[in-house]
């Protein structure tokens, strides 16, 4: 069992940074793929970035590809996930997951943390 904490959201203007975190506590999170999803209101979730096991692979959405970068430090058992030139289509609650699967689906999710991007 992992549990995973989200941290970081707030709110920022348009064209400025955020950087998320994800602990995880229960199992090292070197075991797992770590990914993150939003969900803007009224919306489906949807993926954001996905970083595997070892930290060598990546993978993107279109729609954060060259602005979003996912990285993770398995010292601290946390993944990030750095959101530069933030748009105000990116608001949404921000959710971590993990499995041990690249590409998922993903086992266990945090409970999200709120990032709004004002114009």
């Known amino acids: 069992q992992v549990q995973l904490v989200e941290s970081g959201g707030g709110l920022v203007q348009a064209g400025g940074s955020l950087r998320l975190s994800c602990t995880a506590s229960?199992?090292?999170?070197?075991?797992?793929?770590m990914a993150w999803f939003r969900q803007a209101l009224g919306k489906e979730r949807e993926f954001v970035a996905v970083?595997?096991?070892?930290?060598?692979?990546?993978y993107y959405a279109d729609s954060v590809k060259g602005r979003f970068t996912i990285s993770r430090d398995d010292a601290k058992n946390t993944v990030y996930l750095q959101m530069n030139s933030l748009k105000p289509e990116d608001t949404a609650v921000y959710y971590c997951?993990?499995?041990?699967?690249?590409?998922?689906?993903?086992?266990?999710w945090g409970q999200g943390t709120q990032v709004t991007v004002s114009s």
């Open positions: 997951a993990a499995d041990p699967k690249f590409k998922g689906p993903y086992a266990y």
């Open positions: 229960g199992r090292p999170s070197s075991s797992y793929a």
């Open positions: 970083i595997s096991w070892s930290g060598s692979s990546t």
